[in-house]
T-cell receptor, first 115, second 115 residues
Framework: ETGVTQSPTHLIKTRGQQVTLRCSSQ?????VSWYQQALGQGPQFIFQ???????GRGNFPPRFSGLQFPNYSSELNVNALELDDSALYLC??????????????FGSGTRLTVV | KQEVTQIPAALSVPEGENLVLNCSFT??????LQWFRQDPGKGLTSLLL?????REQTSGRLNASLDKSSGRSTLYIAASQPGDSATYLC??????????????FGKGTHLIIQP
């Protein structure tokens, strides 16, 4: 059973650029969510996808967008990067959406630095 | 809006001691509560998942309790070891509308076990 894998592990971008982060869910999981973790803080919920549709979103602007593919892999896209977007971005997968009874499995994250 | 608070923010103790980490949340309408461990610069490792209908879960030297009505959870670590040094995060999964929300995290407890 493979876990959640994220790529790339580290990334440096310039302010104003666009970035795409990728995630492969754990085998058998059909829900994926993304989190942003600033230094010294707990992760903040960005959004969640179930069956390729966004069905939950935290307090993040529209320049944060995503996709979930039929194989349950996912992308996080951030446009018009700002310095405050520098953070560890974590992807997490879970088995179901509506039951809520299953825990999340997290990937190792992508460290994004915006300069 | 759900808020999660973890106390203490940091803890340093000698090896062998038994520890209690505290987590409180403001909205008792939750699906479950999950405790994670995070090593510096790494992703999250799930330790224990407690469903809203459960009172506690145990795994090895770890025991987590949940009192949903009072909005509290504790993580008990028995016979602490230097390898337990990490940041411990508490997260709750709430629900709104017809399904589950993403996780709401506390800021974590930074734990150091002195050899």
């Amino acid at each position: 059973e493979t876990g959640v894998t994220q790529s790339p592990t580290h990334l440096i971008k310039t302010r104003g650029q666009q970035v795409t982060l990728r995630c492969s869910s754990q085998s058998g999981h059909n829900t994926v969510s993304w989190y942003q973790q600033a230094l010294g803080q707990g992760p903040q919920f960005i959004f969640q996808y179930y069956r390729e549709e966004e069905n939950g979103r935290g307090n993040f602007p529209p320049r944060f967008s995503g996709l979930q593919f039929p194989n349950y892999s996912s992308e996080l896209n951030v446009n018009a990067l700002e310095l405050d977007d520098s953070a560890l971005y974590l992807c997490a997968s879970s088995l179901a959406f509506r039951t809520g009874g299953y825990g999340y499995t997290f990937g190792s994250g992508t460290r994004l630095t915006v300069v | 809006k759900q808020e999660v608070t973890q106390i203490p923010a940091a803890l340093s103790v000698p090896e062998g001691e038994n520890l209690v980490l505290n987590c409180s949340f403001t909205d008792s309408a939750i699906y479950n509560l999950q405790w994670f461990r995070q090593d510096p610069g790494k992703g999250l490792t799930s330790l224990l998942l407690i469903q809203s209908s459960q009172r506690e879960q145990t795994s090895g030297r770890l025991n987590a309790s949940l009192d949903k009505s009072s909005g509290r959870s504790t993580l008990y670590i028995a016979a602490s070891q230097p390898g337990d040094s990490a940041t411990y995060l508490c997260a709750v999964r709430g629900y709104s509308g017809g399904g589950a929300d993403g996780l709401t995290f506390g800021k974590g407890t930074h734990l150091i076990i002195q050899p």
